[in-house]
């Protein structure tokens, strides 16, 4: 029998975009100090959780939150964390770096909604990803079947690397791209709400199955004493 594997996703710490309400999917900027202490404070609470491989993905913010976490852990000296494109959040085409409440008003009214809060009401993730694709002026944003093929395949091979030996695995990425590997694995947790800066979501892997044990978690949080 196959040992229990514990894959922690953490969402990485504020960044300025994060701060100024920008749309951040490929763009990326530095944590704020703000969020460079949330993750220290997310940090000491998993300080005793031994992880056999750290992974996130291949942008700054998530690299420099793994990096601090792995720094407050017991167990993370000597623990090589490997970056993999496949865990990047949502590519928002053109309209990274614009106004977050700009944006979304805009996407809303291409698909036929009256503003952004009817957006967020009445469409799904797959909808409201495919049409930001299709109000993207230069359409490059990703819709939602390149975004999920491409996180499918990150997510995969981690599992794949870790199924017969099991163990903690931490895997440091974005709001957008933990949401939806949940989703898709557990239908019934909608993936419309706002994950936490920092926070912590496990999902376990056993004799086939996952299961969700702990989602948008920031109660280990321990700060400076």
């Not at 009214?109 to 009445?122: I, N, P, R």
Request: hydrophobic share 40%; aromatic share 10%; no cysteine.
């Amino acid at each position: 029998m196959n040992k229990p594997l514990s894959l922690y996703f953490v969402r990485h710490g504020q960044t300025y975009l994060n701060k100024y309400e920008k749309m951040q999917g490929w763009a990326d900027s530095p944590l704020t100090p703000e969020g460079t202490e949330i993750v220290k404070a997310s940090g000491r609470g998993l300080a005793d959780t031994e992880f056999v491989a750290a992974y996130s993905s291949d942008l700054h913010r998530t690299i420099a939150t793994a990096e601090l976490i792995l720094k407050e852990n017991k167990h993370g000296f000597g623990l090589t964390l490997e970056p993999r494109s496949e865990f990047r959040e949502t590519f928002f085409g053109s309209f990274e770096g614009d106004a977050s409440a700009m944006t979304w008003d805009r996407v809303a009214k291409k698909m036929g909604f009256a503003s952004k809060a009817e957006l967020y009401a009445k469409a799904n993730v797959r909808e409201t990803m495919n049409g930001t694709k299709v109000a993207d002026p230069t359409h490059d944003a990703e819709d939602f079947m390149t975004f999920w093929n491409r996180v499918e395949q990150g997510f995969l091979h981690v599992v794949n690397a870790h199924r017969e030996t099991g163990g903690n695995v931490l895997i440091v990425a974005h709001g957008n791209t933990i949401r939806n590997i949940v989703h898709e694995l557990e239908p019934s947790v909608k993936a419309d709400f706002v994950l936490d800066n920092a926070s912590v979501t496990v999902l376990t892997y056993e004799n086939g199955l996952f299961k969700i044990e702990r989602l948008n978690d920031t109660s280990h949080f321990i700060e400076n004493v």
